[in-house]
T-cell receptor, first 112, second 113 residues
C-alpha cells in the first residue's frame, strides 16, 4: 500500500524560504507530484519528480530521494499569494493509469 | 481555455434524493477521475476511468456510480444521498502521464441535509 505524510500546517514570513516535507511508505511508485490549492479553489499542478534530485521552476523547487522515501517542496521569496494548501501525490506502481494518491495536505500561511 | 468543466457548482440535497454531477474536458485526455475532499482528509478517489469505455473503483466508491459517456464526459451519480456524502467533489483529467499533471475542475460543493 501507500501512505503519505506531510505536516498539517506551516507558517512563514513574507520573503522567506519554506520547505514542505513529504515522506511516504509505499512498495514502489513512479514519481512524486506536488499540487497547490487556494481556499475555495481547485488543486493545480506544480511539479513532478520522476527521478531523484532537484527540479526547479521559478521560485518553486521540488526534491525527491527514493532511497530515503522522502521529498520536499521548497518555496523561495515567499509572497502573500503563496498562502494555500500544498499536496504531495504518488501513483502506485500497478498496471495501467493507476490514479494518484494524495497526502492530506499542508496549509501554508504567509505572514507579513 | 475551458479545461475541465463541472456542473453544478453548488447543490443542496435532502437525504434520499438522487443527483448526477457532470464533468467534461476539452483537452482530449484519455483518463478522468472523481475525487472528494473533506476537511483534513485530502483528496480521496471515488472512481476513475483510465480510458473511454472503462471505469474502476477508487478508495471510497460506496454510494456512487459513474458513467464514461464518451472521451469528453465522465459523470458521477448519487442514487440515494446521505449526509456523509456532504463534501466538495472534484473531477480531473490527465493525458495518462503524470509528468504533465492532472487538470481539475472547479468543484461541486454538495450539502446533504
Amino acid at each position: 500500500g501507500q501512505s503519505l505524510e506531510q505536516p498539517s500546517e506551516v507558517t512563514a514570513v513574507e520573503g522567506a524560504i519554506v520547505q514542505i516535507n513529504c515522506t511516504y511508505q509505499t512498495s514502489g511508485f513512479y514519481g512524486l507530484s506536488w499540487y497547490q490549492q487556494h481556499d475555495g479553489g481547485a488543486p493545480t499542478f506544480l511539479s513532478y519528480n520522476g527521478l531523484d534530485g532537484l527540479e526547479e521552476t521559478g521560485r518553486f523547487s521540488s526534491f525527491l530521494s527514493r532511497s530515503d522515501s522522502y521529498g520536499y517542496l521548497l518555496l523561495q521569496e515567499l509572497q502573500m499569494k503563496d498562502s494555500a494548501s500544498y499536496f504531495c501525490a504518488v501513483r502506485p506502481p500497478y498496471s495501467g493509469n493507476t490514479p494518484l494518491v494524495f497526502g492530506k495536505g499542508t496549509r501554508l500561511s504567509v505572514i507579513a | 481555455n475551458a479545461g475541465v468543466t463541472q456542473t453544478p457548482k453548488f447543490q443542496v440535497l435532502k437525504t434520499g434524493q438522487s443527483m448526477t454531477l457532470q464533468c467534461a474536458q476539452d483537452m482530449n485526455h484519455n483518463s478522468m477521475y472523481w475525487y472528494r475532499q473533506d476537511p483534513g482528509m485530502g483528496l480521496r478517489l471515488i472512481y476513475y476511468s483510465a480510458s473511454e469505455g472503462t471505469t474502476d473503483k477508487g478508495e471510497v466508491p460506496n454510494g456512487y456510480n459513474v458513467s464514461r459517456l464518451n472521451k469528453r464526459e465522465f459523470s458521477l451519480r448519487l442514487e440515494s444521498a446521505a449526509p456523509s456524502q456532504t463534501s466538495v467533489y472534484f473531477c480531473a483529467s490527465s493525458a495518462g502521464t503524470e509528468n504533465y499533471g492532472y487538470t481539475f475542475g472547479s468543484g461541486t460543493r454538495l450539502t446533504v441535509v
